[in-house]
């Protein structure tokens, strides 16, 4: 039973250029939420999503940002013409539907770290 | 809105020490806390749960303990290891299951050998 996976781990944009990070929850896990670790701070979240519907965007930037978890396939964080102020490590969470008894914490993935140059 | 403090940031001890690492959180209305723990370059692994019903949870050589009505978490290691140098995170969840969890930045901890 994989964790949460994540990919590229490592990921190197040109200033302009667009960035796709790409998260597969676990194994009967439908909901996902991505954090964003900038240096020095905290995780901030993003964005909290379900299969085909976006639950709670209120840490998304207005723009350039955009989430979304198909169907099908892993979820896309999408980084529209990069900046110098986006390089940061994004963390993908994910949890299962129902919280059945105890409470289930989340699982994190190990991470995409965005460098822009 | 939710605030969630680590002080310090980082905390230098020699091994063997027993430590406590001191979580405070602004709003008491929790549905939980969880403690992560960061390795350099790596993702998170999650070290215990409390509920917002429970006093403590305890696992191995760590007890993490909550005080809702104070706002307070404490992370206590016992016989630390230079092994558990890492940075240990603070997290609450507000709300309901499935909502969204506020981190402390976190306390870097190096033991020494």
């Known amino acids: 039973n994989a964790g949460v996976m994540q990919n590229p781990r490592h990921l190197v944009r ?19 939420y991505w954090y964003r670790q900038l240096p020095e701070e905290g995780l901030k ?27 099908e396939g892993p979820s896309i964080l999408r980084i529209q013409q ?8 994004y963390f993908c969470a994910s949890s299962p539907r129902w919280h059945t008894g105890f409470n289930y914490g989340y699982t994190f993935g190990s991470g995409t770290r965005l460098t822009v140059v | 809105k939710q605030e969630v403090t ?7 001890v020699p091994e063997g020490e027993n430590l406590v690492l001191n979580c405070s959180f602004t709003d008491s209305a929790i549905y939980n806390l969880q403690w992560f723990r ?14 917002s019903s429970q006093r403590e949870q305890t696992s191995g050589r760590l007890n993490a303990s909550l005080d809702k009505s104070s706002g307070r978490s404490t992370l206590y290691i016992a016989a630390s290891q230079p092994g558990d140098s890492a940075t240990y995170l603070c997290a609450v969840k507000d709300g309901g299951a499935n909502s969204k969890l506020t981190f ?5 901890l190096s033991v020494r050998p």
């Open chain 1, 14 to 32: 040109r200033r302009g250029q667009e960035a796709r990070l790409r998260c597969s929850p676990m194994k009967g896990h439908s909901h996902v």
């Open chain 1, 45 to 71: 979240f993003m964005v909290y999503l379900q299969k085909e519907n976006i639950i709670d965007e209120s840490g998304m930037p207005k723009e350039r940002f955009s989430a979304e978890f198909p169907k």
């Open chain 1, 82 to 89: 990069v900046v110098r102020g986006d390089s940061a490590a």
């Open chain 2, 6 to 12: 680590q002080i310090p940031a980082a905390l230098s």
């Open chain 2, 38 to 51: 960061q390795d350099p370059g790596k993702g998170l692994t999650s070290l215990l749960l409390i509920q």
């Open chain 2, 104 to 108: 402390g930045k976190g306390i870097t």
